[in-house]
């Protein structure tokens, strides 16, 4: 039984308390968060003791961390839990600054860390990789990953985010280098501010198109926008040189009603709680199994710092308006 | 090159025209209505010339009639035109009366009559058939037929139609036998007027259920309506031993609009003329080549006549609240 | 907080422990079973006590009774358990023979007794009686339920079940009532055993169509099979007076395959466990929502025995290959 | 009644003959080609005469020509055919020669041209930019365009083509400006040779990711591939402020199977020629609506060199690995 210390107690925080309480195989024992109350309501119902992140960290009952602050900790974080020799599981991002990423990254090297990448433990997303590492599609030609939120942040939120790249499109990041199974050479985005301009007037973009490009002139293409009046578009698809992958969206409901006006279905779930719920229970599971028995962590710290890396590329690509090279980053 | 006649120049008689003159190995020689106008416009576009029902059939330089005049002409027609020793494409039903149709039967034995099931011709109806053939889900079990109308007829249509049965069901109880491979035993019928009163009023119906029991515990079931609101409903599932097969309805278009409100696509095309169009020139292809060959034709008068024996079986059953066999008609 | 005692640690005894234990207004209190160590098992997993149904219904620090046991001890434990003052959810059936249901029902009169029909609270399902009810598609006219499970049970359960009608059909029958708002008038059930020669030795079907007539001419049409090759298949449709509603399958994933043999989605999920589990969630809190505010149930015991009442229509229409009215019933 | 000259009797001459000769307002007089047999066997067909495309041009009793020569002749023919008082209907591209098109383009000024971009015609798209135009999801903000050939040309075929761009993604910018109602400031392209090594030894792309930028911010992205196993893939999507629009492909059969191996539709219709049959049946309705009325042709030779220029800016751009602006073109 994993004894888990939960660093963060908001939105995201929650989510995973559930999990961890729920999971046969980990019990929530300590949670944290700046703000008191935060913490104590989590704690009580899962009955678990309110501390500092400090304490959890140095308390050697403790098997793991998981990290669910504000970004602007993580790297200070995870690099105290490794070294207290906690597993941790960190949410995206790792860091805002690519550099204290990669500072982070070393410092934790030999430590076990997994960084909550959810979608790829979403049950399409993980069957569509499968497909296609069982070369179902043949090999992969053009990856295309649709992602578009239902709608904008607040733009106080947007301000601290380290812009869309940083904070939305990662997790399109990811999803690409868990499909194509490797880094792009170059990244190119154009990027504007169609939805809110007051994010445009922050110095952020709300709408985007990225397109990488591999060292075996393999392509993706990543579009984004902060605002679907539908719900949360979350698609993705694949040319192989045999056919092709597409995990479509997943919706509220299965009814569909048929009138003169047309043929309707339901929306897509609302957004990523409602749409990656699964992907979270399983993402825990996955963490708890690998601690447990001693294997490698499905997603690295390692792959934090590569996400970061393509979202560093694209925000410079945008800005400047050219192609950036990763080798420039 | 089969020269034809035309019988009938109404709304059908309209469409085979062109399929006759479009077909590179038929031609449109003659045309025939007892409204003279409607002859000699269709006369008129497709070079053909006006002439009586009578002197068509008594034409040795015509091979083939399409009859598509009223459905109380059918029997007397079809039984002219093969003592004349034309080939015959007859519209459904072969007549009202089946003791009529079965002599119009008798009479023709020995000549060549098609009866214009239009869906067999259908690609996706006819895909069905074949893959249920081929038995890619193993044996039928149950096969389910949905056939709803977008509005209903006038009332005086329905009075001089034969009833529901006779007239809209009769396509159903062809497909049936055409994906069984065989007669059912009983026919169990539920119906009722819920469209439109003065339907009911008329002594018919215009809503049914209609069971079908095969000599080996096999089932089928057909629903029916004169109206769907948002078009003509045609489709067709049959679970098998290994599996289902299913075909879906044809819309108008492929364009889908996703807002607040849901995900919205086309509706299906409106009616038979819009759904089947491209089912009526494969028919007609159909009949060319049989008759061009000597090979038999696709649809029997037989086929006809078996059509008809459903449809009576299923009026006595609504009728009568009772199931009706088979040996009772 | 509802103490609730468990009666039953089977199969889905053991889903309705997971509900109960997680939803924060109740708690798992004990556990019986006639095979003790499932009881312990339970037990232990969520902290509950293992005791006799006798006396968690004895014990007046209970609230509520689940009752998952065989459908042949439901009627005695409904008494028994609202004779003692508690809240019963049970299990469907109420019983196998309508007479003892119906004399459980008048037994606990004034009681608080829901029934476990499952669907009634699968959000597609309770979406389209919500659109139905609000005039989306006009009034209803025609109600199709296909209800295909993926395999067939063991003769051996099949010879205690009932029969097919009160085993299976019986959640299509409450599903059809449920949807229509009113019991039918007859019922008209053609039935074979094609899936599996014993069932039919055992005197049961295994494939049925069951068309149920209302008292307005509106009518229902359930289509069931005991196999279903690609897993459980569970749709509803009703043709109202303008459109009409569709509950399409719930599939694995939403990964979609494009390869010159087809377009392939993943299948409808396999069983009812794996489709029904959020409605057995909503469903367990609709009962502890009931129970704490003092409303009504939303399934009571009469739609209970209203549900066996057309399992035995449908029975005898089958054997005796007639309409049956429910006032024969 | 249009009376006609075919310019080319080859594949697309074919397609043209049939919806001229077809078409009650048009007759199709007489037919060239530089290969005789197929002028002569498509004037068999019709009724047509042979003869050479300058006759053609200078009979003064022909009312228009269909260009469906090889690209090198088209600029001339027009310059010809308008010069001679001709409405022309001429097939893409305009010229492989961007400035030649201009020439071409001056020269023809005042001359009723319409260019063959079939698409605009497809029942699907036209909803689409309807809806659009109707502001049923807002202003565009994403464009999103997939255009995948079922297989790659021969490479002999290749080097003559022009290049990817201007043979077959000419199609696809026309569809952008069609949809987002102006020409885009700068173009990026990144292009690679996945699917047939010979291709990039010729100097040519054969998958493709375009993105276009537009004056006010919004986006456009072109996916292109000359190989999808499963046929045809033409897609079209639009997120605007209010929804979005999405056209899918239009697939063989309507047939639908499912077995033990998944739920298994038709393929898309293998190429342009199924897939866009009736478009290219209304662009001819189209072009003698407009001619014989006297009225605009919708699309113009103007919007055919506007294509070019986007070809033109994308082909430099993937060579040069940085954004074209159209300014520079």
Redesign the interface.
């Known amino acids: 039984m994993l004894k888990v210390g939960l660093l963060g107690a908001g939105r995201i925080g929650q989510v995973h308390a559930v999990n961890i309480a729920?999971h046969p195989g980990s019990t929530l024992a300590a949670v944290s968060d700046v703000h008191a109350p935060a913490a104590e309501a989590l704690a009580a119902t899962y009955g678990a003791e309110v501390r500092s992140s400090g304490d959890i960290i140095a308390d050697s009952a403790i098997d793991a961390v998981l990290i669910a602050t504000s970004t602007d900790t993580h790297s200070d974080l995870i690099e105290a839990a490794t070294a207290a020799g906690k597993a941790v599981l960190c949410e995206k991002p790792v860091d805002l600054s690519l550099e204290r990423a990669r500072a982070c990254l070393a410092a934790a090297e030999g430590g076990t860390v997994m960084i909550g990448f959810n979608r790829r433990f979403d049950?399409?997303m993980a069957?569509?990789r499968t497909?296609l590492a069982g070369g179902?599609?043949?090999t992969a030609?053009?990856l295309?990953i649709t992602s578009?939120d239902p709608a904008p942040p607040p733009v106080a939120y947007v301000k601290v985010s380290g812009g869309m790249f940083r904070d939305m499109t990662i997790h399109d990041f990811d999803m690409a280098t868990f499909m194509m199974g490797e880094m792009p050479v170059?990244v190119?985005a154009?990027a504007?501010?169609?939805?809110d301009p007051e994010i445009g007037a922050a110095g952020d973009f709300d709408?985007?198109?990225v397109?990488l490009?591999y060292g075996d002139?393999?392509?993706a293409?990543i579009?984004n926008?902060r605002?679907?009046?539908?719900g949360y578009?979350q698609r993705i698809e694949l040319?192989?040189?045999?056919?092709?992958?597409?995990?479509?969206?997943?919706?509220?409901?299965?009814?569909?009603?048929?009138?003169?006006?047309?043929?309707?279905?339901?929306?897509p779930t609302y957004f990523f709680l409602e749409r990656y719920m699964p992907a979270y229970v399983a993402e825990w599971d996955a963490f708890v199994t690998a601690v447990t028995n001693g294997t490698a962590v499905p997603v690295t710290l390692a792959d934090g710092v590569a996400a970061l890396e393509l979202a560093e590329a694209a925000t410079r690509s945008a800005r400047e308006?050219?192609?950036v090279a990763l080798s420039e980053i």
Chains 1, 2, 3, 4 share one sequence.
Request: glycine letters at 10%.
């Open positions: 729920r049950a399409s069957a569509m497909a179902e599609v043949g030609e053009l295309s578009y170059t190119s154009a504007s501010s169609l939805v709408t985007a198109v397109t490009t002139g393999r392509l293409v579009r926008s605002r679907a009046a539908y578009d040319l192989g040189s045999a056919g092709a992958l597409q995990v479509d969206n997943v919706t509220e409901t299965k009814l569909v009603k048929s009138t003169v006006d047309g043929i309707t279905g339901a929306k308006g050219r192609p």
